[in-house]
């Protein structure tokens, strides 16, 4: 019965309007059980770029990075069929981490397909270094966004719909345009003993849009490609975030990111790399997750057939094992936060695991 309203009050934005509708729908039986009390985050194979589709016990959407622009259209279709399997039509808020090709280039091919109705970015950029190719699809971009963005600064929310019955839910930014939020005024955080920054990086990762969705007890991190010396200044000299329970690998699982001390900080319980299998998944950075006592799981969007079968998780959490033929299966994600337990189901295998929350 839940679900049947959840797909009728679907778009009513407002509070008061949803619950107006649900008083005046006749045809709305009232919630004679609690509602369904899950969060669900599906990874969406977009070949080492990012496409993660969270969908809230609302059935508000919230869609982190597009994934690729070509390939006739394939990121696009995929994103699309993950929204068919979460039961969604649109797309309400759209998060754009950073202006790089495997993270926004698939953007407008995907607003040909589905509404997306609000768009977010860490604001505008004139040009990049890295991409002679950008003003083009800047513009591309901005076109698919009808020109109406919000900049995104760290301490921002954006506001979520708390379904009726459920606990809070929200989406704080921590970090954007290199900046991040304020600290704890706490003691020196000894994660960060021995970890030393690298080397300034002038590419728009440094500049990435970085949120944690709290629902309940339950916390998400996304970084997009944020790079070190960023991340660090998230857990030195003091911690500006605490623990949470999924983190979503940064960067594909590159080196240049995940920051040790800031994994130490953040204690995962379990860490999804959305690499490609020749892209991301970098050696130091799944030794350096793995040695984590707090990780549970390391699974990844693909195997990284350039690297041992020990430098990648076992096969189990590996939702994509060959580079040919790909079966573009996903990673999916439930958080029941009445249980306190999340779920984590490999697309391939079609075995989910219980994990629980802090
Ligand atoms: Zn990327």
Request: hydrophobic letters at 40%.
């Amino acid at each position: 019965m839940w679900k049947n309203r959840q797909l009728r009050i679907r778009g009513i934005k407002s509070l008061t309007a949803l619950t107006a509708a649900i008083a005046l729908g006749a045809a709305i039986s009232a919630p004679a059980q609690k509602p369904q009390q899950s969060l669900r985050i599906h990874y969406v194979d977009v070949e080492g770029g990012a496409a993660t589709l969270i969908v809230t016990p609302a059935g508000e959407s919230i869609l982190v990075d597009a994934g690729w622009p070509g390939f006739d259209g394939r990121d696009a279709a995929r994103i699309q069929t993950a929204m068919k399997r979460a039961d969604i039509s649109v797309i309400d808020h759209f998060i754009n981490t950073h202006y790089h090709t495997d993270h926004y280039g698939g953007l407008p091919e995907l607003a040909a397909r589905v509404e997306i109705r609000n768009f977010y970015d860490h604001g505008p950029v004139d040009n990049l270094a890295e991409d002679r190719d950008f003003p083009r699809k800047y513009a591309a971009y901005r076109a698919a966004a009808k020109n109406r963005t919000t900049t995104l600064r760290p301490g921002d929310e954006i506001k979520l719909q708390r379904a009726p019955g459920t606990p809070a839910i929200s989406l704080r930014v921590i970090a954007s345009n290199g900046e991040v939020i304020g600290g704890r005024q706490g003691r020196p955080n000894p994660a960060c003993t021995g970890v030393q920054l690298k080397a300034h990086d002038p590419s728009d990762n440094a500049r990435s849009v970085a949120f944690v969705l709290r629902y309940g007890n339950f916390d998400f991190f996304d970084a997009g490609d944020l790079t070190w010396n960023i991340e660090h200044l998230l857990a030195c000299p003091s911690d500006r975030i605490g623990v949470v329970d999924l983190y979503q690998v940064t960067h594909h699982g590159l080196n240049s990111s995940n920051n040790t001390a800031l994994l130490r900080t953040l204690k995962p319980t379990v860490a999804i790399m959305n690499n490609g299998p020749r892209k991301g998944g970098h050696p130091d950075a799944v030794r350096d997750l793995l040695s984590l006592s707090s990780l549970q799981a390391l699974y990844q969007v693909h195997r990284n057939v350039t690297t041992t079968p020990e430098e990648n998780a076992p096969e189990e959490f590996i939702a994509n094992l060959d580079e040919a033929g790909d079966a573009a299966h996903e990673i999916t994600v439930t958080v029941d936060a009445a249980a306190r337990t999340f779920t984590v189901t490999n697309g391939r295998t079609g075995v989910s695991r219980n994990y629980g929350v802090k």
